[in-house]
């Protein structure tokens, strides 16, 4: 049986991650461009920061699309693929963010955690990968 709770906490949550990216790239837009006028921050984290937007907000569309095409089709197919591009968002746009504002927020990203980025981005290569295994697996079942 299908919980359609599940995928509309799914909805829920990419939804926010998308308004997130929103609220995200308006802040770089209008506050950390005059923070790199005033030489805040640099460009480069500000490119950076810009970077980890453009990330986020892919990311969230795809991760939207899973969840409703879940809810549409009453399926669990791409649980796989929706963990690993959300996990994969969190860890390498989460990464981005802290590196790119950590002069302002005092808080410098630790060198030990370097691998942090990284990971976020292969999670979200295996992420897309496994919605290519789902898809074929749901073309064979039809």
């Known amino acids: 049986m299908i919980n359609k709770n599940n995928h509309f906490g799914k909805i829920y949550i990419s939804a926010s991650l998308g308004a997130l990216g929103i609220v995200l790239g308006a802040f770089s837009a209008h506050g950390l461009e005059k923070l790199v006028e005033n030489q805040i921050i640099t460009l ?41 591009l959300f996990w994969g968002l969190i860890l390498f746009s989460g990464s981005l963010y802290w590196i790119a504002l950590q002069n302002l927020i005092h808080i410098a990203f630790p060198k030990f955690l370097f691998w942090i980025t990284p990971l976020g981005g292969l999670l979200m290569i295996i992420g897309w990968i496994f919605i290519i295994i789902d898809t074929h697996s749901l073309k064979n079942k039809h």
């Open 44 to 84: 480069h984290h500000l490119n950076i920061f810009e970077k980890a937007v453009k990330y986020q907000m892919y990311h969230s569309i795809v991760l939207l699309v899973l969840s409703i095409s879940n809810f549409i089709f009453q399926k669990n197919v791409f649980q796989k693929s929706y963990w690993m």
